[in-house]
């Protein structure tokens, strides 16, 4: 049974069906698939190679690029199912751009690049000088940059809902509207419908897995808002912005944005925070909508006259390594994949990979990855933990505004911004 119907949950269904056809699935969501952040997010299906300098340290060199080398596989992996079952989702593979948008960040764009060449892989992190950035996209914000080509995007809500109707047709049971409200020993899933008995269970709820004693101390939850502007093709050529790349700034608050098919800018990031539980902050606030509406605004002034038309946010799975871990927990029948920190759309392909294979006990090349249970560190517990993740998160967003205005961040939100660092996560700036 698969607990949470989003892309980790029916990629991991996918995976078990393709492989053992007579397996009996079933997806307990409490929304409708695709519901939570699968079917909301930006849609970049990006790789891994911005994390190599964290994946190195945590595994070594050859462990960080076999790594990376998995995510990209199921970059393309999604384009060729997308392919194979007719699911439209606007797959197209262009390429990510970072742009620098301050002195600190063009340093971070050289390391990257940096870490890509002495990894042995110079050509996954390119650097960009100003001008090649600007004829990918002009802004005055913009400065240099890097190119790492494992990047396309993809309509989300569509891959979800394909993704849905393909493994139903190869016959997983998906009960939505159904909350699981315990897991107990069985694994026997409880809801308010009645229960489910299964030999194996995988919790696939993304920042839900606050809740979950299980994995709780691998996940803190903040948010996330995107704003949608009306179609305007014609100003996407004025700009040069024609090719399709994903992009985004260096912010620890990340600002990402890309292109629709029909002529939009999607664009994301800004004042999302932390809390304690899944509420109505991680979706409903206007504030945070307004702060990712300001840094369109500030990055396109050249789209003044076009009108913003939509918004939304969503809960962001942080994990301590700012990598997902996907594993197995005591007694051995209980699977996780969390933690993706807001980049979840290409590795969650992986976590379905994965998470087949360790229900089915296959000793493959992916259930041997790094991220595969990882002794790597854990948060604290309650309340420690949301008190934490709530104070860093405002901390780090202080600290990109301040860097981004030109001004010193002010020492006490510098000194909580960097203090993840300093207790050994790898988050923050
Ligand atoms: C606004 C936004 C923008 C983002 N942009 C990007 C991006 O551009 N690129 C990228 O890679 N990532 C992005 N992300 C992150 C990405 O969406 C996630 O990493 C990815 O969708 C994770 O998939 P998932 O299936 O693990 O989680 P989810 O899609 O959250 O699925 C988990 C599901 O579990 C369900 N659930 C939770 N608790 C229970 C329960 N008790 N019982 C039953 N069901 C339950 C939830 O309703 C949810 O549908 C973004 C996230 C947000 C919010």
Redesign the pocket.
Known sequence: MI?????????TAYHLKRGHRDLGVVV???????????????????GWWDELDGLVELYGAEAAVTACREVARSIDAIGAFCTEHGVDAWFRKSGYVFAATGPRHEELCAAMAQAAAEAGVPEEMIQLTPEEVQSRCKSPAFRSGALMRDGASVQ?AIL?RGLRRVVLGMGVTIHEG????RLDPGPT?V?EHGVVRARHAVL??????I??PAISRRVAAW????VLTAPAPGKLAEIGWTGGE?ISDLRQSLR?F?TTRDGRIAF?GGG?RAAAT?GRS?THSLRAVEEAAGGFRRFFPSWSDVPIEDG??????VGPTHL?AFGTVEPGNVHY??G?????????HL?GRVLADLIIGVDSDVVRLPVVNPKTGRFPPEPLRSLGAFAVRRAIIAFDNAEEAGRRPNLAASAVARLPRRLGYLLGP
């Open positions: 607990i949470g119907g989003g892309f980790t949950g029916l990629w307990l969501e409490q929304d409708i698939c695709g519901g939570g952040p699968s079917g909301r997010n930006g849609g970049f299906a990006s989300p979800a159904t909350r699981v409200q899933a809801t696939a709820v993304n920042a839900w897995g809740e979950w948010s996330t808002y995107i994903l990402y890309r994301g999302g899944i991680f939304w946010g969503g809960p962001v799975d997902p994949a969390v993706y920190t807001g980049n979840g759309v290409a590795p969650s976590a």
